[in-house]
């Protein structure tokens, strides 16, 4: 049973990744990313990692998902607007394409090729990643935290200066 709730998750999700990508009105595309990222967190559930799919939800499809909505409408993108790409962007982003669709398949192939079994018992669990984040992890875990704090005091100063300079022009 659940096999075919993975399929189905899996098969949904690879339809509406596929509709972001063709819509031509950018809101359409972002609410096709909302449901992609809801259908991925439900796969999360089927494999018992209950933390990944609930931050999955509150970043991913809240926060940033909301983030892209609101620049989209502050931005007012029209057809009018847009530049047309000359050919020679659009065979970059071929063969791009290309070269990320031969890394996926020799991921795959090489999935397949491993015989090392996974058991799946409770390898998701927030006991179990707090174990490792604490134990195993810890000073890239500090490092991280480290290197998001340092962007943040980061950008506002960036942010003052640029405002102390345009009341410096003003004045």
Do not use: W
Request: hydrophobic letters at 55%.
């Amino acid at each position: 049973m659940l096999n075919y709730i993975f399929y189905i998750l899996g098969g949904l999700s690879v339809i509406t990744a596929i509709m972001v990508i063709s819509f031509r009105n950018p809101i359409y595309s972002v609410l096709s990313l909302i449901a992609t990222f809801f259908l991925i967190s439900g796969q999360y559930l089927l494999m018992n990692a209950q933390f990944l799919s609930i931050v999955n939800i509150i970043v991913y499809a809240g926060a940033i998902m909301v983030l892209f909505l609101f620049v989209l409408m502050l931005l007012n993108l029209n057809n009018i607007n847009e530049p047309l790409k000359p050919i020679k962007l659009k065979t970059i982003g071929v063969i791009s394409a290309g070269i990320l669709l031969l890394t996926f398949l020799s991921a795959l192939t090489s999935m397949y090729n491993n015989e090392q079994v996974l058991q799946l018992s409770d390898i998701g669990l927030v006991k179990n990643l707090g174990r490792l984040l604490f134990t195993e992890y810890v000073v890239p875990f500090e490092v991280s935290s480290i290197l998001f704090i340092a962007a943040m005091v980061g950008s506002v100063l960036i942010g003052k200066r640029n405002k102390e300079e345009k009341e410096v022009e003003n004045a």
